[in-house]
């Protein structure tokens, strides 16, 4: 059976892990292409205009998997453990999906309510119907599950800022590539919420104990954790997301206490390359600058 991916959302977390399991029980994996303008194009005209472009990037990739196989994997995230919900637009992804594809590809979206094993455990029964082949995958796959527990190396002397946004905006080539170059030839290093270990992405100290997004709660926790291990932060958000704008806005408010260079970057389909490039200088300028006042 060929199973189709599609490389956005949770595939960047998710997607080495599933791309394991699925070719255990026996499938043939097929990975939607790298997001290109073409595709985040389509993507833009198969949802609501008004939603942010991760979704409409997932449409993209969507769309070029129908067609080519037999079935698309497509979990959906509703919670995590400590009742930690993914964003509205993210769950209804699929059912827009289910719309688009009517009854071919098939679907198979796993609904995701605490942990992972028996959602993936059920949903790798309609791949392969052998219970005990569906272990065998799990088993062999689940170690690529694991998250770093060890905290990063962030030597005295190295010019840093941390770059804050989700793991399918900042994985995305599309999007960070020219953010990140834009950061790593002016000399600095780039440190993302993803080299940080899994208790302090969901820690619920302070104020991230009382944010439910699951996703949201990384970043803030993040900020906080890498705000005095930087030179500067730059956050990443998407045009029409609700819960990033929020969070955003309580990170920028501790920079300023801080005094610490903030850049929000808000992205949409429209974002041009040149534009956020010119926005990254100025902040690296006036980052250097407090760096010279205070030294
Ligand atoms: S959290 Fe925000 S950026 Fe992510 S899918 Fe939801 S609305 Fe879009």
């Known amino acids: 059976m060929k199973i189709g991916l599609p490389r956005a959302l949770l595939y960047y977390r998710y997607g080495d892990f599933w791309r394991r399991f699925l ?11 790298k997001t290109d303008r073409v595709l985040v194009q389509d993507g833009v005209t198969r949802v609501p205009g008004e939603v942010c472009l991760p979704i409409k990037i997932v449409a993209g990739h969507l769309a070029e998997l ?8 497509f979990p959906r995230l509703v919670w995590q453990e400590d009742r930690l919900y993914g964003c509205p637009k993210m769950i209804g992804i699929v059912d827009i999906a289910r719309m688009m594809y009517g009854s071919a590809p098939r679907l198979i979206a796993p609904a995701i309510k605490g942990g992972l094993f028996w959602p993936h455990f059920r949903a790798g029964l309609e791949v392969n119907p052998n219970p005990a082949a569906v272990l065998r995958a799990w088993r062999r796959s689940a170690s690529l599950l694991r998250r770093t527990e060890v905290e990063p190396s962030l030597p005295e002397g190295e010019r840093r800022v941390a770059l804050i946004g989700h793991f399918y905006n900042i994985g995305d080539d599309y999007i960070a590539d020219a953010l990140v170059r834009a950061f790593v030839d002016r000399g600095y290093r780039i440190v993302t919420k993803e080299e940080l270990p899994r208790r302090v992405l969901r820690s619920r100290t302070g104020f991230a104990g009382k944010i439910r997004w699951t996703y949201e709660r990384e970043l803030y926790n993040a900020f906080m954790y890498l705000k005095q291990r930087v030179d500067g932060v730059c956050v990443v958000i998407s045009m029409g997301c609700g819960p990033d704008s929020l969070v955003a806005e309580l990170m920028r408010e501790e920079a300023e206490r801080q005094g610490l260079p903030f850049l929000q970057l808000v992205i949409d389909e429209h974002t041009g390359t040149a534009g956020l490039v010119t926005r990254i200088e100025a902040f690296v300028d006036l980052s250097r600058r407090r760096v010279r006042a205070a030294a």
């Open 23 to 33: 070719t255990e029980l026996g499938a043939e994996v097929v990975l939607s292409r």
């Open 66 to 73: 129908a067609g080519r196989v037999d079935a698309v994997f």
